[in-house]
Nanobody
Framework: GQLKESGGGSVQAGGSLRLSCSHS????????LAWFRQVPGKEREGIAY????????FYAITVKGRFTISEDDAYTTLDLQMSNLKPEDTAMYYC??????????????????WGQGTQVTVSS
């Protein structure tokens, strides 16, 4: 499987950005899909996940109500719509896949495939 993120950039606090993760090699309903983020010197943080083809996404408390994940109709892209961005959202954002189930989906273990990351910078 392969994943590639796009859509990062710089934005002022309160603004919005949409990230996309295009993926291949993961048949429909075969994997949990997730977004993580990381700042230098800190652990990678899981922020949202959903099962491919599943209905119910899950969000970390740090982003709930501001971020939304969704899949396209072909189930080959996982988007992350980010609104009301804060400076503390500044990080490298990664998508992840390859985990058959989404139990404890905000934890890194079990995700065998990662994208290269895309940088998001939020200025105050």
């Amino acid at each position: 499987g392969q994943l590639k993120e796009s859509g990062g950039g710089s934005v002022q606090a309160g603004g919005s950005l949409r990230l996309s993760c295009s993926h291949s090699g993961f048949p429909y309903k075969s994997t949990c899909l997730a977004w993580f983020r990381q700042v230098p010197g800190k652990e990678r943080e899981g922020i949202a996940y959903k099962h491919s083809g599943g209905d119910t996404p899950f969000y970390a408390i740090t982003v709930k109500g501001r971020f939304t994940i969704s899949e396209d109709d072909a189930y080959t892209t996982l988007d992350l719509q980010m609104s009301n961005l804060k400076p503390e959202d500044t990080a490298m954002y990664y998508c992840a896949a390859g985990r058959p189930r989404c139990d404890n989906g905000l934890r890194m273990y079990g995700y065998n495939y990662w994208g290269q990351g895309t940088q998001v910078t939020v200025s105050s």
